[in-house]
């Protein structure tokens, strides 16, 4: 019997770790803004920016079931367990969501540190934090760990076109065209793990100028979509 109980409880530790995993990442206005798509047990989908806030969440029924999935589908509503923060808790965090179904929701509290408050610490066994205001001045505050995945971007003292952009995430890593290059494609994405994207010049007649000519947007890599958004 105790053999047993054991093996349940393990069980049960188990699935709920495993609840929650890194589905997407999505890299738009040209490397400016980032979105940390999570998904949850129950099929939902939490959307989470690179400022440490929910952007949106709810059900992708399809979600786990790994075909098709490369588009972000429009989410339905989860009519499951919701809860929220109340007023009597801290007031950095009140208010916002506490549970989706079984999974936990925490923020850093005002008694953080200031880079960090108000901005999601966790979710299930997911662990989040944030660049420091002792790392360059234009970084601090922007996700820095989500899950298992390290979160680089470029340097204030890069090239001006690329400087504050996201520079990796993970394995995968991104280049932008430089301000040296034609004007109608600066700071455009121009590589996605090794993959390159070839946009419309202003020399060319046949295309609006700026526009995607080559280049796969969407990537699944080490299972997790990687999608580009100009």
Known sequence: MKKLLFTFIMFAVVSISFAQRLNRVTNSNNG????????????????????????????????????????????????????????????????????????????YSSSDKEYQIGKIKSIGALKFDYFTNYNDPMLTGKMKIAGSL??????????????GKLKSAGSVGFTYYSSLDDKS????????????????????QNYPKGSLKSGNQIQVINGITYTIRN
């Open 185 to 204: 494609i600066v700071g455009k994405v121009k590589s996605m793990n090794g993959s390159q994207f070839i946009y419309a010049t202003t020399q060319e």
């Open 150 to 163: 390290n979160l680089t971007y470029f340097a204030s003292y890069e090239n001006e076109a690329v400087k």
């Open 32 to 107: 400016n803004a980032v979105m940390i798509g999570l998904l949850l047990d129950q099929n939902v989908i939490m959307n989470i920016s690179q400022n440490g806030a929910v952007a949106e969440w709810g059900v992708d029924k399809y979600a786990d079931r790994g075909q098709n999935n490369f588009g972000q589908r429009k989410l339905e509503a989860f009519d499951g367990k919701v809860e929220y923060y109340t007023d009597k808790d801290n007031e950095a965090f009140k208010g916002k969501i506490k549970y989706i179904g079984r999974n936990l929701v925490t923020y």
